[in-house]
């Protein structure tokens, strides 16, 4: 029995000093060695763009209210008259009751968002159309068509749209439109054409592109 003891003794030992090492005692001089904290699984992964929608980081934080104000102008070419009056229902704080600015979408912001666009944008495509903007340096909707295009846009080449889409989609999100996309929104601006013409109101076509790019998800959000 003794012997058996003792040989699970030495068994053990030998298995102990195989798996944990001696470090020989540093010579005078000599650093110790540090372990590297980023061995092994230690390190957090970042997770699978596949599985964030193709982003990784922080997720997207809609505009303020002085943010989208100011996209708007920039981008439409004028701004909303009505903003001011809504702000504090947008979420701007008013350092009474309200502390923080919220930034987080929600139904109220996205329909009065929409009334907004509405506003600017049919606006805006009038003033294009309008006689007196012939000039392009004076028109934002339709930058890229020739002086003289803007009346019956049923008339524009597959080119010609899909160029001023093109624009467009940088102007409002920083970002082109490109493949299949583009092709859908080069559908949806040929029928708002054609539409627009039969009810005799050809600044439609545009204002419904400018109210479709300024309500997306990419126009309010960073």
């Known amino acids: 029995m003794r012997r058996l003891l003792l040989s699970a003794f030495l068994v053990l030992g030998v298995a102990a000093c195989e798996k944990t090492p001696v470090t020989p005692p540093p010579v005078d001089g000599q650093l110790e060695p540090v372990v590297n904290p980023h061995e092994g699984d230690s390190a957090a992964q970042l997770p699978d763009p596949e599985l964030q929608d193709g982003r990784v980081g922080r997720a997207p934080r809609r505009l303020t209210v002085n943010q989208l104000g100011r996209s708007i102008e920039v981008a439409v070419g004028r701004p909303w008259a009505g903003l001011e009056n809504l702000a504090t229902t947008l979420g701007r704080a008013d350092y009474a009751l309200v502390n923080i600015e919220s930034t987080e979408p929600n139904l109220v912001f996205a329909k009065f968002l929409e009334d907004g666009a509405r506003e600017v944008c049919v606006a805006q495509a009038a003033a294009d159309v309008n006689a007196s903007a012939t000039d392009p340096k004076l028109r934002v909707l339709s930058r890229t068509l020739p002086t003289g295009a803007v009346g019956d846009l049923r008339k524009l080449t597959d080119a010609q749209v899909r160029e001023l889409l093109v624009y467009l989609s940088t102007r409002f999100w920083g970002v082109p439109l490109e493949g299949e996309e583009l092709t859908r929104w080069a559908g949806f601006f040929t029928q708002a054409a054609a539409r627009a ?26």
């Open 197 to 222: 013409e039969t009810i005799k109101k050809r600044d439609q076509a545009l204002a419904a592109v400018c109210i479709g790019l300024m309500t997306d998800s990419r126009f309010l959000t960073y």
